[in-house]
Antibody, heavy 119, light 107 residues
Framework: QVQLQESGPGLVKPSETLSLTCTVS?????????WGWIRQSPGKGLEWIGS???????YYNPSLQSRVTISGDTSKNQFSLKLNSVTAADTAVYYC????????????WGQGTLVTVSS | DIQLTQSPSFLSASVGDRVTITCRAS??????LAWYQQKPGKAPKLLIY???TLQSGVPSRFSGSGLGSEFTLTISSLQPEDFATYYC?????????FGPGTKVDIK
């Protein structure tokens, strides 16, 4: 059974770096799947942040690209998100997720973790 | 970027109703479209992928259709557990953006 679990601070100060880790079980991050991050601001829709493939190749949303890094740790079967220079607009529930190749969509999601940006 | 619009943004319906939600892409995306259902406080759930393929375990009252730039999600007979927000997502080109969502509420 595939499971994803986000972890990291729930409160980040403005201008600092948001760091989250997703621990994956039941599926390898070096396999055929894409592993990524999606966020949802309170009461708003879903925003695709970016993804990593085979633990190395990364794809980012241009709207966040200058501030985002997604990386993988194959030894721990984890992948991480770093978002620099955060503001209140980055307050959101952050989901990690698995996407199957081509047309198959995001088939597994973490439960989500709320990150609040506030001093 | 490919822009997605959904209509309606909100709909009020009764149990047993047939419900149709439309997703339009700003350019053709072949069949690279997925539909998700999200309930409050929960992660989205994949319903349909490749525009019309039902994800394993999803009830058959859900169906999807479309190709190119116009797509529909249909719920043939709305059930109490179907009241939720529905999102489409294009998987053709990065960034893999989502539509703005359609909230289905109880009439």
């Amino acid at each position: 059974q595939v499971q994803l679990q986000e972890s990291g601070p729930g409160l980040v100060k403005p201008s600092e770096t948001l760091s989250l880790t997703c621990t994956v079980s039941g599926s390898s991050i070096t396999g055929v799947y894409f592993w990524g991050w999606i966020r949802q601001s309170p009461g708003k829709g879903l925003e695709w942040i970016g993804s990593i493939y085979n633990g190395v190749s990364t794809y980012y949303n241009p709207s966040l690209q200058s501030r985002v890094t997604i990386s993988g740790d194959t030894s721990k079967n984890q992948f991480s998100l770093k978002l620099n220079s955060v503001t209140a607009a980055d307050t959101a529930v952050y989901y990690c997720a698995r996407r199957a190749p081509a047309t198959r969509g995001i088939d597994y999601w973490g439960q989500g973790t709320l990150v609040t940006v506030s001093s | 970027d490919i822009q997605l619009t959904q209509s309606p943004s909100f709909l009020s319906a009764s149990v047993g109703d047939r419900v149709t939600i439309t997703c339009r892409a700003s350019q053709g995306i072949s069949s690279y479209l997925a539909w998700y259902q999200q309930k409050p406080g929960k992660a989205p759930k994949l319903l349909i992928y490749a525009a019309s393929t039902l994800q394993s375990g999803v009830p058959s009252r859900f169906s999807g259709s479309g190709l190119g730039s116009e797509f529909t999600l249909t719920i043939s007979s709305l059930q109490p557990e179907d009241f939720a927000t529905y999102y489409c997502q294009q998987l053709n080109t990065y960034p893999l953006d989502f539509g703005p969502g359609t909230k289905v509420d109880i009439k």
